[in-house]
């Protein structure tokens, strides 16, 4: 008797949800909005939580409910089905609970603002969509919920559209993906065309007689490249991350809830759930580990100079989403999903934290303006401390078991991965600890005491044309609905990591078992070494298989010097923002160039508007517009419309209203007529 | 036996009449009077035909005209009356009003 969990009440629970808001919300009031929301993101979560209770009795797996079908075409097939296996239960534990703290949180954050039914409403549908997305059993239905998601994103990062740069940045979003998508979809045309399905269990067995494509392109290979170009532009990567920052528009909860714990991991989830695939494309892993590494240590550099606390953050998640996409590239997927759930707990809590602090000092975003705050909002600060130690790879913490095996894995891949992603942890230590440094210790450099000016600054103020209505002036502790969600996070940020302890430290790694039947290489046994780890090595054999012949004592040393970076930043960031606060401002005069670059983010923005949107707007307003469009279409149809009527002007006066000129007329065709018969006659003799 | 020939002369007299009276005139009765001519001139080359050729049709289709041609006169001539009691002419020169 097959077990039915019903998986389909989980995203519909969440339209549910987002419909009454969305279709009634405008006459509920903020009490009544905040229960429908939070009771159906509340009980998603209920039911994925029952789900991971029954998850052990069930065989086999993965688990597919097939709730109706959808497409038929000849031999190919789409249903509406749900897929449950170890990796999409990780994700719905990890999208509906931080989805749901997240909700909570919002109700405080977002209590002052207008458009509250409407927030909420685009939070749910957003559910819907992340829960579609990894609850999906074929690609199809998987890309429905990529651009759902999508869609959300955009109506949240608009979400105060009156603000141009907002409506802009969300605008920036969309299109960005659109890159990416195009290449998903490439990538779906492909599958079916070599597959003949999308469906997972099916496009997987087809895959499966394919031996690896070790030399050359083959289609496999474009597959996984284009799976990839799809990931990158939802997932942030090179190139195209440039949306992840302007994202930050959005309010607070939306950053943390999309654009750090849960949509931008969609790409790390669906490559890792197309890894039998990649396995057999070593050509795009490759690519896939070298954009991850790129992006990693880019993003992170970028990240030093940044003053707008948010902005800070979100180079980071673009940087910490290098790091998964790493992991992936060199075939430790089980790591890069450790890294995803554990990145959403740390990252989750440190934006739900910036939340607070902009919070508290009234607006304000900019990093200068702040400091000394750690007494005056000390849930804040210990919260953010938590999730600050925990991404910069300090162990206990869950940041420091994920990032660690990433770069061990990364390491019997390549030096080169490990390399860059030591220097990456490193930075990512440095400018966090800044960003720790900056807002908490020393001097309040704010005016926000003095009442409420913090709004007027440069910094675009992230709580709209709303006035910041609290009736007190000062800086101030978040409500307790926005604390809970913090303190819960920062103790999952603390503990989460504990479930992977890696064998050299006396753990077993139950993460990495719990996935292992998913990840369970599937290549054919053509390389038998499995336990030289190359690049084109199958992966997942290789944690049980690789760690007797390089020993515990060396990956201990690598997690010493792993741990030794992030301590090492810590340290910098102690001397140059606590210690020594003039130091910075020096170095960036001395190294202006390359300070300025940073700052500049690389002038990324600047060239991608040069080289793609500047040349598409000039062709588009000059070819497009004026010559095809102007001087073509309209032409044609203005030209036979001014030509109709100077005709008609001319014939309309044969209406004359005088019978015997119509008479007339009617006889001069009837002799016409006539005439012609006559001559057909004749011609026909 | 008068031949096929005199009949259809005679026929294409009185619908040249029809048309010359119908392009000419004016009072709108007279009009009237001169389609009745072009279609009983187009009747007598129907059962001149029908005669010749010793075929019933040309008869019947006779009978259809006529039937129609009743209906038409009875409409018309209806519609000839309307338009005196609003216009208290019958130049149709003056009936002018149907134009752009």
Known sequence: MKQDLHLWLIPLLALVGAAINGLLGKRFSRQTVVAVALAFSGAAFAMALFVASQFSSLSPIPHVETLTPWLRSGSFQVDFAFYLDQLSLIMLLIVTGVGFLIHIYSVGYMWEEGGFYRFFSYLNLFMFFMLTLVLASSYLLMFIGWEGVGLASYLLIGFWFTKDSAAAAGKKAFIVNRIGDFGFLIALFLMIQHFGSLDFTKVFEAAKPYAAETSGVGFLTAIGILLMLGAAGKSAQIPLYVWLPDAMEGPTPVSALIHAATMVTAGVYMVSRSHVIFERAPGALTVVAIIGTLTAFFAATIGIAQTDIKKVLAYSTVSQLGYMFMACGVGAFSAGIFHLMTHAFFKGLLFLGAGSVIHAVGGEQDMRKMGGLRSKIPWTFWTMTVATFAIAGIPPLAGFFSKDEILWRSYQASWAYWLVGVVTAFITSFYMFRLWFMAFTGEYRGDAEAGHQGMAGEAPAPHGSVPHGHGHGGIHESPMVMIVPLVILAVLSFVGGWVGVPGSLGGSNHFDKFLGPVFRSTVPAVNTEHAEPGEAAPPEQTTEGAEPKTGHATEITFTAISVGAGVLGLFLAWLLYKQRTELPDKIADSAHSLYSALAHKYWIDEMYAAIFVKPLVVVSSVVFWRGVDRGIIDAALDGSAETAKELSDNVRHMQSGNLRSYAGWIAIGATGVVAYMVWVWAVAR | ?100
């Open chain 2, 1 to 100: 036996m008068v031949p096929l020939s005199y009949y259809l002369i005679l026929s294409g007299i009185l619908f040249a009449s029809g048309v010359t009276g119908f392009l000419i005139k004016r009072n709108i009765i007279t009009i009237f009077m001169s389609i009745e001519l072009m279609l009983n001139g187009v009747n007598l080359s129907f059962v001149a035909f029908a005669a010749h050729w010793q075929q019933l049709s040309g008869q019947v289709f006779v009978f259809f005209v006529m039937v129609v041609a009743a209906a038409e006169a009875a409409v018309g001539l209806a519609i000839i009356i309307a338009l005196f009691r609003t216009r208290e002419t019958l130049n149709i020169d003056q009936v002018n009003l149907l134009k752009l």
